[in-house]
């Protein structure tokens, strides 16, 4: 395999697997589900790198099967402990000051995303970088209910835990895969993205919209016509 070219080398899905093991992507799928320090980290190219190499016999720690369900065990513990720090922190999140690991726009992505999609943006937001991170904490924020968020949550992790880890498997034994290894996880990190990017696009459209309604409907405007004579005024006819 190849090292992916994109962002620094200790975020490169086969490094990080090589140097920490299974035991390293628990942890960075766990604190991507759930921390504010985990926006960062390459869950979806991870998590198909890690199916790929069980399937390939270069890690042979434990079985697909087993690999996958601690995978989904970690996304869905990753949540909860999001919506719980949701719950405490509140309305400060959304006072909480920009900092070189934390910055305002995520979380008011997350929320416009959440209020946008209700309960099942748990599961949407699996597959959207950086706002599964802040989703399941905007859930708490909301104070959304509890029996909704494990469902939700549950069906979450599975999809995309399971999910994109038995993809890299699906696809591990295929040859032209392991020959374009660094341009598949490309165009993983791209797709992923992608929802993002159309979203960006989609609001920026609805802006333009709305602030040509509003500029013509302020420059011709009728109750604000001028020299119009005021009703029952001296040229009102009698």
């Not at 395999?1 to 620094?8: A, C, I, Q």
């Not at 099967?65 to 719950?87: N, P």
């Not at 392991?178 to 960006?200: D, G, K, R, T």
């Amino acid at each position: 395999m190849t090292t992916l070219s994109l962002g620094p080398s200790w975020l490169d899905p086969d490094y990080l697997i090589g140097t920490f093991g299974l035991i390293g992507v628990l942890i960075i799928v766990f604190a991507e589900s759930g921390l504010l320090i985990g926006f960062f980290l390459p869950g979806d190219s991870l998590l198909f790198t890690t199916g790929l190499l069980v399937t390939s016999g270069k890690l042979d720690t434990l079985p697909l099967w087993a690999v996958c369900a601690l995978i989904v065990l970690a996304a869905i513990i990753g949540d909860q402990v999001g919506y719980l720090f949701g719950r405490k922190v509140g309305p400060a999140l959304f006072k909480k000051p920009d900092s070189r690991f934390f910055k305002q726009e995520n979380v008011e992505k997350a929320h416009d995303f959440f209020e946008k999609y209700g309960p099942k943006s748990l599961v949407l937001a699996r597959f959207v970088p950086i706002v599964r991170t802040f989703t399941p904490i905007i859930a708490g924020v909301s104070r959304m209910n509890y029996r909704s968020f494990i469902t939700y949550n549950i069906v979450g992790g599975v999809l995309w835990g399971a999910g994109v880890t038995l993809l890299g498997a699906a696809l591990g034994n295929v040859d032209f895969v392991h020959q374009n290894i660094e341009a598949i996880l490309l165009l993983i990190v791209a797709l992923s993205v992608l929802p993002i990017v159309i979203e960006l696009l989609r609001a920026r459209k609805q802006g333009k919209k709305q602030r040509a309604v509003e500029a013509a409907q302020r420059s011709v405007d009728p109750g604000d016509t001028p020299g119009d004579p005021a009703p029952g005024g001296r040229h009102a006819k009698r």
